[in-house]
């Protein structure tokens, strides 16, 4: 996987080059606004993050980092990322949390055989129900190949991590990967992402599991007429109804020129990939990629992404789908106010009923500032973003970023992701909504003493009841070695 320490590395790196990567890049150019305004603590109530146990000791490469969390209810999660072992190679691990307790960590069962030329990692996980989980990520074959594997866990034990059935026919260019999986129960989940064809295209594609039976991967369908560029990739994939799931991703209509497009599942059948709606208006520049996406329900979702202006600055855009039917794709109400430094973007949704939803992007003030902002849509109507409350106080240097939502009920969400101190090291940050308010984004607990050496961030956080959520992220200690934390908020 082209994964690094950080997740803004893992985010530009897992791209292959459509908007997304734009839109870091230029986004981490500029410093990030102060603010005499403090971050307030006291009722986030969120624990210490903590070392994941025997994460360390698999580490011996002397890095790791947590890239993926999902809860199936409070205090029962599974979370995974990678390592780096003696030689050092890049492996894939994951630890179970049960009942508010963490587990070891452990190699993925299965991926030490697939993984022959060391670079493997969890990329993303899914739990339905407690015991039955589902993770996928990417491996290095013998020879260089990139390519994908999936893992179960079935009442509480992991079986071995395999190949996906039929992508290694597909990615005969050998540099495919896979950005995201979704179950809606136990053995029904789906996964996307992309591979490398005969042509030497990038090509999206889609597998998904049912009953427990993989089928074989697949190109996306009708992705072929949108794709006369070569690159296309599926970026999120959102399933609530077995047999009813939704993905979105970016694809390249021609040489250079790239839109969102979006395709759903009903009855267990795929339908055709199509551009979202009136996307042709609002991205005149040609560089759109719908990278975030989160669903209440069968066929009712809300996609966001990054697109290019008339005047080929980056913003930031929602599209919201209501039965099925996907609306008119929209500017986020109130960047245009924020986002004088013409550089935009959603990263993190989460919709937990619907017509009520959390998004959270960045964008960049008039003097290049990396800002981070919030909105949220309830009963159907969206509010305007805002600056993320109390983060100019943490964040004085020059870049931040937001990299996950997660809502347990309406009103009720956390997230994070890291700003920069003045002296220019990344801080990892959590900021909660309780009742439909939002208080001040606060360091993550714990986090400086476990990462006294270096940068620090939360990757993603994963919240299944008002109150309870759980978070995952980097760090680097004291002997200059990276680490994989998780903390829980009750």
């Known amino acids: 996987m082209r994964v690094h320490l950080t997740r803004l590395s893992a985010a530009v790196a897992g791209t292959t080059g459509i908007a997304l990567l734009t839109g870091l890049c230029a986004a981490a150019a500029g410093p990030a606004a102060a603010s005499a305004r403090p971050a307030a603590t006291a009722h986030s109530g969120w624990g210490s993050a903590r070392n994941i146990p025997h994460l360390n000791a698999l580490a011996v490469g002397g890095y790791a980092t947590a890239l993926a969390v999902d809860c199936s209810s409070a205090g029962n999660c599974v979370a995974g990322g990678f390592y780096g072992d003696s030689v050092p190679h890049d492996q894939a691990w994951l630890a179970v949390q049960r009942n508010g307790k963490w587990g070891n960590a452990f190699e993925v ?18 739990c339905p129900a407690a015991g039955s989980c589902a993770a996928t990520g990417g491996y ?34 050998h540099d495919g990967e896979v950005e995201a999986i979704s179950c809606s129960a ?20 889609l597998a998904s599991e049912t009953g427990g039976h993989w089928a074989k991967a697949a190109q996306v369908p009708g992705i072929g007429s949108l794709n006369a560029g070569g690159h296309s990739e599926v970026d999120a994939v959102s399933c609530r109804r077995v047999g009813y799931c939704t993905a979105v991703g970016s694809t390249e209509r021609s040489a250079g020129v790239y839109t969102a497009f979006a395709i759903s599942e009903g009855k267990g059948k795929w339908g055709t990939a199509a551009r979202l709606p009136n996307m042709q208006n609002l991205n005149k520049d040609g560089n759109a990629d719908a990278s975030e996406l989160s669903c209440s329900s069968a066929g009712n979702c809300v996609a966001g992404g990054i697109y290019k202006d008339s005047g080929g600055y980056n913003q930031a855009f929602l599209d919201v789908q209501k039965s099925g039917k996907w609306r008119n794709a929209f500017e986020v109400p109130g960047t245009v106010g924020l986002n004088k430094g013409h550089n935009a973007q ?22 290049g500032h990396g800002e981070l902002f919030l909105i949220n849509e309830s009963r159907g109507s969206w509010g305007k973003a805002k600056e993320i409350p109390g983060l100019a106080a943490l964040t004085k240097g020059s870049t931040a970023q937001i990299y996950s939502i997660s809502c347990s009920s309406a009103g009720n ?13 990344e801080i990892g940050f959590v900021v909660t909504e309780s009742g439909g308010h939002w208080g001040s984004a606060e360091q993550v607990p714990g986090i400086s003493s476990l990462s006294s050496a270096g940068d620090s961030g939360l990757d993603q956080v994963s919240c299944r009841s008002a109150g309870h959520c759980t978070a995952v992220g980097y760090g680097e200690n004291s002997s200059h070695h990276g680490i994989g934390w998780a903390a829980t908020r009750t």
């Open 186 to 205: 136990a053995g029904d989940c789906t996964i996307g992402g992309d591979y490398l064809d005969v042509n030497d295209h990038f090509q999206a594609f």
């Open 140 to 173: 290095e074959a013998s020879g260089g190949a990139l390519d994908v594997w999936v893992a179960s866990e079935h009442r509480g034990q992991w079986a071995k991590a395999t190949a996906v059935r039929n992508y290694l026919r597909l990615n005969v260019g």
């Open 413 to 425: 969400c956390s997230g994070g992701g890291y700003g920069e101190s003045s002296s220019f090291r």
């Open 109 to 126: 069962p299965g991926t030490a055989s697939l993984n022959a030329g060391g670079d493997a990692s969890v990329v993303s996980i899914s």
């Open 346 to 367: 959603v990263t993190a949704i989460s919709c937990p009923s619907a017509g009520n939803c959390a998004v959270g992007g960045y964008y960049t003030s008039a003097s």
